[in-house]
Each structure stands twice: as C-alpha cells, then as structure tokens.
C-alpha cells in the first residue's frame, strides 16, 4: 500500500478537509465554554488557554498537517497507514486524521529500519512489518515532493532542516528527530537521566520534546504543571517560552535556579556577583559540594538543641501546662526516619501533646482548678479574680475542644523565623559548625548587605529550607528538566533531589562548555554516586547537529588545545570561518561586517563579547551609528529576532543564523585558562551557518593555525 503522487496529492486535500472540520468543531466548543463554567473562573481560563492554543495549532497546521507517513502490518495482519504530524488530530467519530508523533506507533518513524520490527505499546511489545518509510516536503498546504527512505534518518535526509534560519529549528525537530535523540526523548517517565551532549547536538530541543512526549503519554494522570524546567539564565528562559506551547503544552512552570529558590523559600531576596579571587574560588567551590551540606546539618541539630523547643514551660497566662522537659522528651521520641523536617517535627509534637493533654483531661483540668484556686486566692481585687476565672474557662474550653493544640502553636515561636536570617545566622557562627579554611573564607567574603547572597548561597538556601519547613507543595511536581546543567556544583543536584522527592529528572549538560572552574562539576558520575545514590543513567548525544562542518572544525581546534574529546558535526558544509584584525573599538569596521551578513537575509546575528559590559559597550556604540541592535543582559531578556550585542556566558544554549566575535585576542581568551578556553568555545558554536571572529592584537593560541587560511583583509 504505497501509492503515487496523485494518490498523495488526494490524501493531503482529504486530510485539509478534515483539519478544517475539527477546527470548526473546536470553535464551538471554545464559544460554549464561558456559559458551561461561568461560575468557575479558574476552571474557565485553563480550558481556555489550552483550547485556544489547539485551535492556534490546528490553524497552523493547514500549512502542513504531517511530515511523514509509515505503513506498518503488525503479526495478526492488521495494517496501519499512519500519516504522523506534529500533533494527532481525531474527527467527531473518533477517526485519526494524523498520528502525533508522540504516539508510540510514531517511533517506528525514528528509529526503524524497513522490514521486521517492533515498538512499545501500553498494551505490551507490538511486532510486525515496517514496508514504507515516507517524508513530506508540504508548504502552505501543497505538496512540494516526497521522498521514500528505508533506514533511519541520515545525514543526507537531515541538511533540508538544518539549512533553515534559528528562529524555525527549536519547533521543527519534531520532522527531523534522530535515533539518539528520540532514545532520550521517549525514555520512561520515572528514569533519572543525565545527557552529555556535544555543542550542537540537539540538547535544549530534546529536553523540551521530552516534556511534550512525557505530557502527551501521561495527559491522564499528570496535569502539565507537574512539570517544570529549571534554565541558566532569565534571557535563556525566554528564548524557550514559545516551544512547549507549540508542541501543545501549556503551563509548565520555567525558572531559574535563583527564580525556583526563592518560589520554594516563600523570600526575596538580592544576588551579587563576586569578583573571583584565590580565596572566593575555595568558597565557591565549598558551598557548591556535599561537604557544605554537612555544616548545615551540624547547623539544624544545634537549632534542634537549642533554639527550636522554647526554654520555658508551656503557660497559657499564669498557667503552667506542660514542663519544657516533657514537650522536648515527646520532640526528641518522633521517629526521623519518617519526618525530617523541623516544621513537621513541630507539628507532631503538637499533635502528640494535644493528643496527651485531651486524653487526659480529667486530670488536666484538676490541676488547672487547683492552678486557679490558688491563684484566686492570691488575687487582690474582684478584677484580677474575674480575669482569673475567664482565663481558667477558656482553657478548660480549648482542652476539651482540641487538647489546647492552637495555644501550643503560639507556644512555637521559631515556625516565624525567616530561611534567609537564619542562613545568614549560620554564616556568622559557621566556625562552630565546621572546621576548615574553605569555611573562614565563607564567612570573610560572604556580602555585607542583608539578604543578598551569591550564586553559591542558592543550594544552601533551598537545602537549609528543606531541613526547616520539607517540601510544601513541590512535592507534587513529576518530572523536572535541567538545562546547561554542567555549571551547577553537586549540591544544587542534591538540593533539588530532596525538595522533589517525588520528581523523576532528565539533566541535559556538557563538560566541555562548564564556563566555571570554581562551581562546576568535573564529572556525571560523582552527580550520579552523590546526588542520586546510583539511581541515574548517563547517556550520550555525540553528533553536533548546529553548525557547519567549518565552523565545528574550528571550534574542535579549542577542545583539543584543552585536552577535551571533540565533536562529531554532521556533513552539512558552508563557509569558512572569517578572522578579521581590526581595533578594538573600530565600530563602523563592526557595522560594515554585520552589514553583509544582513544583506544575507539571516533572520538572527549576535555579536558575542567575552563580557556583559563589552557587550553593551559595542550595543551602544553601533546603536548611535544607526543600527538596530538589542542589548542583552541578566535583566534585559526581550528578543525574538534581529541583531543582539550578549556576552559569551549568556550565549549558552542558544542559536542563530550568524555570529561575530567581537574580540578574539589572547588577552580576552587565554590560551593557558580553561575557563577561557571554554567560554570561546561556547561562543563559537552558537551559529548555524556563518561564523566571524574579530581580534585586536595577537589571536588566542588555538585558532592561530588557522588563521592565514581564512583572513579577511
């Protein structure tokens, strides 16, 4: 069952006519809805957010409503023509019109070659016959061409997806998913992963589509804001935001490590950076290991002995209640292996003790009388008496009604006490709680105004909280996406591994671009032994999938100057890279080069400085010579499209068309500090066609080679 092109021709008409009339249906339904759930707003608006984002797809889809078609006869000889598209679309009597290709039936696409086969179904292993792998060159509604393949995809069926511009590629991978990707993409929703993936290789698109696949196959039982991702940076965040919508997810939550810490800890609070020296370099480096979780666990069992429990007798006015003694022995007796945090801790000792206290009232409330009697007795005037006897009638009241068990939390004071103080409390003390140098240094170069903190401060905060108050409502999340995950220390792993307990995590990273020395991780394995006691798999995309075989030859010449494996790009050749010696600050020479890249029609350029500061400097000054240009910083994160000025740092994980590097020289990329290595690197992956590098005075070592072959003049 394979057919001819006028065959393929009908069947595209055929399958327009039926997106329009489940796009009509879908309309009514979105019109229908503020009458059925007028009285439930909350309700109203989900469902229309996320109707409105199908009925948004649906319309988009008329341009192309699939990409690929495969013709599968399982074992008792019932065939299958699946026409796959980026989302399944069924009519009114519950006919397929296109298969998503999240579908598991799907996967046959991606990762089968023609003749015997299988995939993996609800219902179990479904085997069968694979006869037709086909893609679909469909614009605008009409068919350009097709193209029958009969392995998995290859790079010759890649080049048409990858010569696009960068704004297109994060939603278009879902036509062009390669075997290795679809692997991570699909693996089971409770699998620890962790992702070394090569520049280019596709990391930030698979750990978005990997969302997508885990919300379609788990729309069930996990609402999509089960899910979250956590990013480097706010500018990276945004980059993202329009992909999971078009893959038609909505409302998973996407933060920043510092943006989910303070969500967790309920605070506001500043982050400074520090200038690195020796010294804060040890500091770092410490608050970012497991090692500073063992001072903040010494630090919770000092506020256990000592601050925790109240020092008096319970009172209620001038009644005693319970000894302090008896409220710490029923404190000390809760079993830790069940309740961990102090808020919990707390609670159930409230609860213990009401629990007493009611049991026992009879006896309570004889104690209380003789209490009051010899009060009264004591009292001086009817005044006092009256309030002795109302005080007395309330307690009696609350100890048969609940065991006294709201006058117990009053009793509590230290639930009040703000994370960030006593993390702060912590510090100024943290000698008691640790000895080591690296700790001195913490306490010297931590920041002076009140409520900031560092970078490094953030695994600290978010684990000191969890030691207070547990979990709270992030236990509820399912599945947590980690991205540029190579600049984190084991700690903000660890951190995170607690706080949602009941999260399954796919962490996508890459050695060779951790930018710093004194907060990354060295390996995957330490994360896996430390962070997940074993229970993580490490799995690997090694093609580079990004750039042009010049550009990633150029860049390998980096990771082989430090010693690192380089990677594999796929054969999609274009020019070769540019290297052109200019003056640091000869602008109109910039302007002239960003120039004819324009004239290219490139959708994307950035121009990459080593950092922040450069690059609003070179920003403003080719502004004032006439260029609309974005400036791009931790607080200036709107851009879609066009020409920005960011710094190597921020350019992590994102793309464009084309790329300047606006000052490759020695003294801003040292050939001797890997750091550097790394942060130019990072810079010279980031295009997907066309690569400049500018430099002032003497290149930086590796690219040195080079250079005569591709010097502009």
């Not at 943290?430 to 695994?459: A, C, G, M, Q």
Request: contains cysteine.
């Amino acid at each position: 069952m394979i057919y001819d092109e006028a065959f393929e021709e009908r069947k595209l008409e055929e399958i327009l006519e039926q997106y329009k009339e489940v796009l009509e249906d879908l309309k009514l339904v979105i019109r229908s809805l503020p009458s059925k759930y007028q009285h439930n707003p909350e309700v109203l608006d989900a469902l229309l957010r996320q109707y409105e984002n199908k009925e948004r797809i649906l319309t988009e889809g008329l341009k192309k409503p699939y990409f690929a078609r495969i013709d599968f006869k399982d074992e008792k000889e019932f065939e299958s023509m699946c026409y796959i598209g980026k989302v399944g679309v069924t009519d009114f009597d519950q006919n397929i019109v296109t298969v998503d290709w999240r579908a598991p039936i799907a996967s046959l696409y991606y990762d089968s070659n023609l003749g015997k086969t299988s995939y993996k179904a609800p219902e179990g292993i479904i085997n069968g016959t694979l006869s037709l792998k086909r893609q679909y060159d469909i614009e605008s509604g009409k068919l350009i061409s097709f193209n029958d393949v009969d392995t998995v995809a290859n790079d010759e069926i890649l080049r048409p997806y990858l010569s696009v511009n960068a704004d297109n590629r994060l939603k278009n991978i879902v036509s062009s998913i390669q075997s290795e990707q679809n692997e991570v993409i699909r693996k089971d929703l409770t699998d620890n992963i962790i992702v070394q993936g090569v520049a280019g290789s596709g990391k930030t698109t698979v750990a978005l589509h990997r969302i997508a696949y885990l919300a379609y196959n788990y729309r069930n039982k996990i609402k999509s804001n089960q899910y979250m991702i956590i990013g480097p940076n706010k500018f990276f965040i945004k980059y993202i935001s329009s992909v999971l919508p078009d893959l038609d997810v909505t409302d998973v939550p996407q933060l920043t490590y510092e943006e989910f810490t303070k969500d967790y800890l309920g605070e506001d609070f500043s982050l400074v950076k520090e200038k690195i020296s020796k010294t804060t370099f040890n500091a770092n480096k410490f608050k970012m290991s497991l090692d500073y979780k063992t001072v903040i666990d010494e630090y919770i069992d000092y506020l256990e002995k000592d601050k925790v429990l109240p020092l008096k007798d319970f009172y209620i006015k001038d009644f005693n209640i319970l000894p302090k003694e008896e409220i710490r022995k029923i404190y000390e007796d809760i079993d830790d292996r069940y309740i961990t945090d102090i808020e919990s801790k707390i609670e159930r000792t409230i609860l213990m003790a009401s629990t007493y206290l009611k049991n026992n009232q009879d006896k309570m409330i004889k104690m209380l009388m003789a209490q009051c009697n010899e009060l009264l007795d004591n009292a001086k005037d009817s005044k006092t008496k009256a309030t002795i006897s109302k005080t007395y009638a309330q307690i009696k009241k609350e100890l048969e009604s609940s065991g006294l068990s709201s006058s117990l939390r009053k009793y509590f004071t230290f639930r009040s006490k703000k994370t960030t103080a006593l993390y702060g409390d912590m510090i100024k003390s943290i000698e008691r709680y640790h000895e080591n140098n690296d700790v001195k240094e913490i306490k010297d170069n931590e920041p002076k105004e009140k409520s900031t903190f560092t970078f490094e401060d953030l695994p600290g905060l978010v684990y000191l909280h969890y030691c207070l108050h547990g979990s709270g409502d992030y236990k509820d999340y399912r599945q947590t996406v980690i991205d540029e995950a190579q600049d984190y220390g084991i700690f903000n792993f660890y951190a995170l591994k607690q706080v949602l307990s009941s999260s399954s995590f796919s962490i996508f990273g890459d050695l060779a671009q951790s930018i710093y020395d004194y907060r990354s991780i060295d390996n995957w394995s330490d994360v896996i032994s430390q962070s997940f006691d074993n229970d993580c798999k490490l799995e690997y995309l090694l093609k580079s999938y990004r750039t042009t075989m010049e550009i990633m030859n150029s860049a390998n010449l980096v990771l082989s100057h430090i010693g690192l494996k380089t990677a594999t790009p796929v054969i999609r050749h274009g020019e070769d890279v540019r290297y052109l010696k200019i003056k640091e600050n000869d602008y109109n020479r910039i302007l002239e080069r960003v120039n004819l890249l324009r004239e290219k029609d490139y959708q994307s350029i950035a121009l990459i400085s080593r950092n922040t500061d450069e690059a609003k400097e070179i920003a403003d000054n080719l502004a004032k010579l006439g260029l609309d240009i974005k400036s791009i910083g931790e607080d200036n994160t709107d851009y879609d499209s066009g020409i920005c000025s960011l710094s190597s740092e921020l350019s992590k994980g994102l793309e464009f068309d084309a790329v300047i590097l606006t000052d490759a020289s020695e003294d801003k990329y040292s050939s001797k500090d890997n750091t550097d290595m790394k942060n130019l690197y990072v810079s010279m992956t980031r295009p997907l066609h066309e690569l400049e590098i500018l430099y002032d005075g003497e290149l930086t070592l590796p690219l040195k080679e080079e250079v005569g072959k591709t010097l502009v003049k």
